[in-house]
């Protein structure tokens, strides 16, 4: 659960730096996704009988998959930056 939380905090850091600078906009949606994951990763941590609750049928499956989609997001950003860069310095 703590690689989650991380994960999560560093979505959320990137999605700020996407946001406030203008050099690393990317698409909004992305940002706003990696926005969302860190209030969710801290409700489902501090708050678990709620997320029983509202979420009754979690399999291993998606217990699994959720810190994945996080790693994809926070790679498919860094590859973004790291482009932006590579443009900027040229």
């Known amino acids: ?37 860190l209030p969710l990763s801290i409700f489902n941590y501090y708050f678990p009988m709620y997320d029983l609750f509202l979420f009754r049928k979690i399999s291993v499956r998606d217990f699994i998959l959720y ?13 973004f930056i790291k482009k932006i860069r590579e443009i900027t310095e040229e």
């Open 1 to 37: 659960l703590y690689i989650d939380l991380f994960l999560s905090f560093v979505l959320f850091v990137l999605g700020i730096v996407s946001l406030i600078s203008p050099r690393f906009r990317t698409n909004l949606w992305v940002s706003i996704l990696a926005l969302i994951f």
């Open 67 to 79: 810190p994945l989609v996080k790693l994809l997001i926070i790679l498919a950003l860094f590859r």
